[in-house]
């Protein structure tokens, strides 16, 4: 794949390197402020993971606070086109079609994390193979995976982390090990909880990048990360975006018209092609390109030929 529009080749260093990328200043300051203004027309609808089973750290842990986490959905569906634009953003495609390559496609529902200071973070989880359960530790995750081949780099789940408040070193929030994307051997439990010598490790590996409102922080599921406790004064607030290669699937939201069934109708055609079910881009799949904004992305065609033959075989239009 050739080299996308607004990624440089340090870009692409970095990201191979640590597993994540900072996106500086990828939203202006408008498109911020009309970010944080759907989320508190909409902030009542917030579910907070009050009870134990929905807790994401352990209380005495590197990662746990007493104060818990709100999750808020259905952003796709508002009336506001905000978070909708965040599917082919021109300041973001060029990451999306690098990382997942064309025909990149959202894979679950966004999901806005709104946290008050004093609430738990999360326990590092992620990384390309799984965890050290005394069952299966170190056994190949086939969903999360990360390869760079002859420059080229692919990410079976792509995440999004658009931040739409400052956060400065020691603030907590998101945090990653460096690097463990490409790991060969399991994270320990006492590691990924943060729990006893855990949390010397939680402190010396477990990285939170400094990030301003309008930041966007890109990062393979395949590198090991988390969040630290929120310890700002103010309410930490963060737009979750995941997206997989064309044809890769680990969420079902498409199944259920991503949340509402005026969703598509609401999208422009760029952003509707990135809303597309699992399949490859060979099946006449409608791709968004590295500009992001074109009012019509393009679609790769399949010969008359073939199409014909396969409705000859299979009586649909598609095998």
């Not at 905000?82 to 064309?102: K, N, W």
Request: glycine share 10%; net charge negative.
């Amino acid at each position: 794949m050739a080299s996308c529009r607004g990624m440089t080749a340090e870009e692409r260093y970095l990201f191979d390197l640590n597993g994540y990328l900072v996106v500086r200043g990828a939203l202006s300051g408008d498109e911020v402020r009309a970010l944080n203004a759907a989320i508190d027309e909409h902030k009542h609808e917030a579910i907070p993971r009050s009870s134990e089973a929905l807790r994401n750290a352990g209380r005495d842990t590197a990662f746990g606070e007493r104060g818990v986490r709100r999750d808020l959905g259905g952003m796709l569906s508002w009336e506001t086109d905000a978070f909708r634009q965040l599917l082919a953003h021109p300041s973001v495609a060029p990451y999306l079609v690098e990382f997942c390559g064309e025909g990149y496609r959202l894979d679950h529902q966004p999901l806005v994390l709104l946290q008050d200071s004093g609430s738990e973070g999360f326990a590092l989880h992620g990384g390309p193979l799984s965890g050290d359960d005394g069952v299966s530790a170190g056994v190949f995750n086939p969903e999360l995976q990360y390869r760079c081949v002859n420059g080229q780099p692919w990410t079976s789940l792509l995440a999004m982390a658009v931040h739409l408040v400052d956060a400065p070193e020691g603030a907590g929030g998101f945090c990653v090990v460096r690097g463990s994307h490409k790991a060969n051997f399991a994270v320990p439990v006492h590691f990924a909880s943060g729990d006893g010598d855990g949390s010397d490790f939680a402190a010396e590996f477990a990285c939170q990048p400094q990030t301003r409102a309008g930041d966007v922080l890109f990062f393979s599921e395949a590198t090991v990360h988390g969040a630290k406790p929120w310890r700002q004064d103010y309410e930490r607030r963060l737009a979750l975006y995941r997206f997989a290669p064309a044809n890769f699937a680990y969420g079902r939201g498409y199944l259920a018209d991503w949340g509402g069934p005026d969703v598509l109708d609401k999208c422009t055609p760029a952003q509707r092609a990135v809303l597309e079910p699992p399949f490859a881009p060979r099946l006449e799949r409608t791709v968004t390109n590295a500009l992001g904004d074109l009012g019509q992305p393009r679609v790769k065609p399949r010969s008359s030929e073939k199409k014909e033959h396969d409705k000859a075989v299979f009586k649909s239009d598609f095998f």
